[in-house]
């Protein structure tokens, strides 16, 4: 189970970083999207909104990838890129559903972390008076 972790760590803190990266650098190419994707995708590039999303997912996924070497962090960095992975996996499913592949291996990877983590996130589903 170990060495699933530290894959699916890897992937998953490769994937946002690269991507992240992506977004400032424009070293990949941008497939089209359909146009009510484009309009929402320019609204969160004209407000400024998409640069701290990037910015989250280039330091989150670099500390994902750090927590290998660190052995600590990597509930951190899923506290972070948790909810940016659900928000792409909705994304594509409502306005750009033929992009669904790398959000589905998205979803796979951070639900199997947050299993093997589940330990350190007890603590979110406990009723305090």
Do not use: C, W
Not at 81 to 86: A, F
Not at 113 to 123: I, P, S, V
């Amino acid at each position: 189970m170990q060495i699933a972790n530290i894959i699916a760590r890897v992937l998953l803190g490769l994937i946002y970083f690269v991507f992240g990266l992506n977004g400032f650098l424009g070293f990949l190419e941008v497939p089209a999207v359909p146009e009510v994707a484009g309009s929402f995708l320019g609204a969160m590039a004209t407000t400024g909104f998409m640069s701290l999303v990037k910015a989250l997912e280039v330091g989150f996924g670099a500390l994902l990838l750090a927590s290998i070497v660190l052995k600590r962090y990597a509930p951190l960095a899923l506290t972070i890129l948790t909810p940016i992975t659900v928000v792409i996996f909705f994304f594509h499913l409502f306005m750009a559903p033929a992009g669904m592949a790398t959000p589905i291996v998205l979803a796979i990877l951070n639900g199997f972390l947050l299993y093997t983590y589940k330990d350190q996130f007890a603590g979110l589903f406990v009723a305090h008076a």
